[in-house]
């Protein structure tokens, strides 16, 4: 089994940042992609960003790219995002998941474990 626990969430102003984090334990390997997903209220859980199994390949969601940025140590078993420019409808909890294989897929099917998911509020 790999346990995935999300940090860094919280209550930011509209155009701050935020840095989260994901650390990995258990049956933890290197040679899997990682993501971060999102849901908002009422909405459905939609695919942020995507990280390769050694950081080469990188996928993001139109709505955040130019902003936010996916990182890996894959010696400390952690993936990071960092969230600059925050909107308001960034507003989400963000997931970290780890992927089936090591490509940058953006489907939650291709993700076989998740995290419990941490808070973040962007007010206006």
């Known amino acids: 089994q790999v346990q995935l626990v999300e940090s860094g969430g919280g209550l930011v102003q509209a155009g701050g940042s935020l840095r989260l984090s994901c650390a990995a334990s258990g049956r933890t390997g290197s040679s899997y992609a990682m993501g971060w997903f999102r849901q908002a209220p009422g909405k459905e859980r939609e695919f942020v960003a995507a990280?390769?199994?050694?950081?080469?390949?990188?996928r993001y969601a139109d709505s955040v790219k130019g902003r936010f940025t996916i990182s890996r140590d894959n010696a400390k078993n952690t993936v990071s995002l960092q969230m600059n420019s925050l909107k308001p409808e960034d507003t989400a909890v963000y997931y970290c998941?780890?992927?089936?294989?090591?490509?940058?897929?953006?489907?939650?099917?291709?993700?076989?474990?998740w995290g419990q998911g941490t808070q973040v509020t962007v007010s206006s």
């Open positions: 998941a780890r992927g089936v294989r090591g490509l940058v897929p953006t489907s939650e099917y291709e993700y076989a474990y």
């Open positions: 990280i390769s199994w050694n950081g080469g390949n990188t």
